[in-house]
C-alpha cells in the first residue's frame, strides 16, 4: 500500500512554488526599473510606460505561478486527505535526500540556458552586455543596426523564452518519482505545461537569439525565415497548444493504464 506520508514528507514543491514567485517579483521589479529609466532610444522608441510593463510582465509570470501553485497545492491537500485516512506504518521513514544524475543535467542546462541568455538577462536591468568586458567579445549589445541598439534594453521575447525555459527544467522535477505529484491529474497537467513551455521557450529564443546575435552580425541563416514566421504565427501557436494539451492526455492514458 502506498504511504502518502511518503508525498507530504517531500517539500520540492514548497520551493518551486518560492521560485516561481521570487522570479515573478523579480522581473516585475526589473521590467519597471528599465522602462523608467533607460532612454526612448534604447528601448527601440518603445510607447509604453514604465507601470504597464512592469503590469504586463506580472500578469502572464505570475499566471504560471498561480497555476502552478495551485497544481501543486491541491496535490498536497490531496495527498494529505489520504494519508489521515492511512495508519501510519510502523516503519515509515522520512525519504533521504538524493541527488540524482538528473538533477546534475537539470543544473547544467539551466547553466547553458542562462550563459546564452545573459544578453537579454542584462538588458532587463538596463545592462547591454558589450559594456561587460569579456563578454563584449562574444555578444553584440550596444553596438547599432540600422540606426538602433542591436539588443535594446527591457523586456525581449527571449527573455521570455528564458524564463519558461528555465520553468521547464525545474518543473520537470515534478514528474521524477512516485513521491511527488501523485495525484494522476496533476502529473498529467504538469506534464502538458512543460511541453508548452518548453515549446514557448525554443521557438522564441531560437528566432530571438538568430535575430540578434547572427543576423545582426551579417550572417545569412537559411531557416531563419521560417523560424521568424513560426514565432509570428498566430497557427503554429494553435498547433503547440494542440501539441501540449495532446500529449498530456496521452500522458494522463497512460499514466493510467499503468494504475
Known amino acids: 500500500m502506498y504511504d502518502w ?5 517531500n517539500r520540492k514543491d514548497v520551493w518551486i ?11 516585475t521589479i526589473a521590467n519597471y ?16 510606460t514604465a507601470s504597464i510593463e512592469a503590469l504586463l510582465g506580472f500578469l502572464y509570470l505570475g499566471a504560471v505561478a498561480m497555476i502552478v501553485t495551485i497544481l501543486l497545492l ?13 495508519e501510519l506504518s510502523s516503519d515509515f521513514t522520512l525519504p533521504s535526500f538524493d541527488f ?49 541598439p542591436s539588443v535594446h534594453l527591457g523586456r525581449h521575447h527571449g527573455t521570455n523564452a528564458y524564463i519558461f525555459g528555465v520553468y521547464a527544467i525545474v518543473f520537470s522535477m515534478t514528474l521524477d518519482s512516485e513521491y511527488y505529484l501523485k495525484n494522476l491529474y496533476a502529473r498529467s497537467i504538469m506534464a502538458g505545461g512543460i511541453v508548452f513551455l518548453s515549446l514557448y521557450a525554443f521557438i522564441a529564443g531560437v528566432e530571438d537569439g538568430m535575430n540578434e546575435q547572427l ?6 541563416i537559411v531557416i531563419y525565415p521560417y523560424i521568424q514566421y513560426a514565432y509570428g504565427s498566430t497557427l503554429v501557436w494553435v498547433i503547440v497548444a494542440i501539441s501540449s494539451l495532446m500529449f498530456m492526455i496521452i500522458w494522463y492514458k497512460m499514466a493510467l493504464r499503468k494504475q
Open 5 to 9: 506520508n511518503l508525498r507530504l514528507s
Open 17 to 27: 512554488i518560492g521560485f516561481c514567485w521570487v522570479m515573478t517579483i523579480l522581473f
Open 33 to 48: 526599473y528599465v522602462y523608467a529609466t533607460a532612454s526612448s532610444y534604447d528601448l527601440y522608441h518603445k510607447d509604453t
Open 74 to 86: 491541491v496535490d498536497r491537500l490531496l495527498a494529505s486527505k489520504q494519508a489521515k485516512s492511512q
Open 100 to 148: 540524482k544524475r538528473r538533477n546534475l543535467i537539470r543544473i547544467i542546462l539551466i547553466g547553458i540556458v542562462t550563459f546564452l541568455s545573459l544578453p537579454w538577462i542584462l538588458a532587463l536591468i538596463g545592462i547591454y552586455i558589450s559594456d561587460v568586458p569579456g563578454l563584449n567579445l562574444i555578444f553584440l549589445g550596444a553596438q547599432p543596426y540600422h540606426g538602433l
Open 215 to 220: 543576423i545582426k552580425r551579417g550572417i545569412d
